[in-house]
Every structure is written in structure tokens, then in C-alpha cells.
């Protein structure tokens, strides 16, 4: 079974910056898209961004132009650069695979507070 492992989310204040990393127990982004999701208290677990296998990236409304996602030069990586970070982006982020998501991971909690 591919697991999946969320790490780099901390606590930093507003308009700071975090970089987020997802390892996978396989190469398993070298065949699927790559994807970041959060979940905010009592809120719904919501996509965040998107990368192909061609590199195309997608990105929810909320975090254009602030938040890039990349792969790793290894095949079982992928980041999420989050600048200027807003205290809405407070939430549990998970990465997974994309079509038919994988079981989640433990995620990572990024708080964004002053």
C-alpha cells in the first residue's frame, strides 16, 4: 500500500511563507497527477492546486498567484510554496494522487496567525 507523508507546516504570521513537502512510498507521481488538499476546522476537505505528468498546474481561486506547486526531482515528491500566507489559509493540508485518491496521509497543520 503507497503511503503518503505530508511535513513542513509550522506556525507563521501573515504574509509569511511555508514549503510544503509530500514523500509517496512509491514513484507513484511519475505515472499520476499530484494534488494538494486542505482542510480547515469544521470546513470540508477542498483542493488546492494540481500538477500533471506534463507539469500543467491548476490552482483553486483562494490561492492564485500566492501558491505554486512543484514535483521534485524525484519521482515520489512533490512541494507546495505557500507566499503570503492569509490567516483563511489556517488548515490541515494533505497531498494525494490524482485520479482516484490514495489513503490520506497524517497531513500537515499550517496555522498562519500574528
Known amino acids: 500500500q503507497v503511503q503518503l507523508v505530508e511535513s513542513g507546516g509550522g506556525l507563521v504570521q501573515p504574509g509569511g511563507s511555508l514549503r510544503l513537502s509530500c514523500a509517496a512510498s512509491?514513484?507513484?507521481?511519475?505515472?499520476?497527477?499530484a494534488t494538494w488538499y486542505r482542510q480547515a476546522p469544521g470546513k470540508q476537505r477542498e483542493l488546492v492546486a494540481i500538477?500533471?505528468?506534463?507539469?500543467?498546474?491548476n490552482y483553486a481561486d483562494s490561492v492564485k498567484g500566492r501558491f505554486t506547486i512543484s514535483r521534485g526531482n524525484a519521482k515520489n515528491t512533490v512541494y507546495l510554496q505557500m507566499n503570503n500566507l492569509k490567516p483563511e489559509d489556517t488548515a490541515v493540508y494533505y497531498c494525494?494522487?490524482?485520479?482516484?485518491?490514495?489513503?490520506w496521509g497524517q497531513g500537515t497543520q499550517v496555522t498562519v496567525s500574528s
Open positions: 494525494n494522487k490524482h485520479p482516484i485518491p490514495l489513503a
Open positions: 512509491t514513484t507513484i507521481f511519475s505515472t499520476y497527477a
Open positions: 500538477i500533471n505528468t506534463a507539469g500543467s498546474t
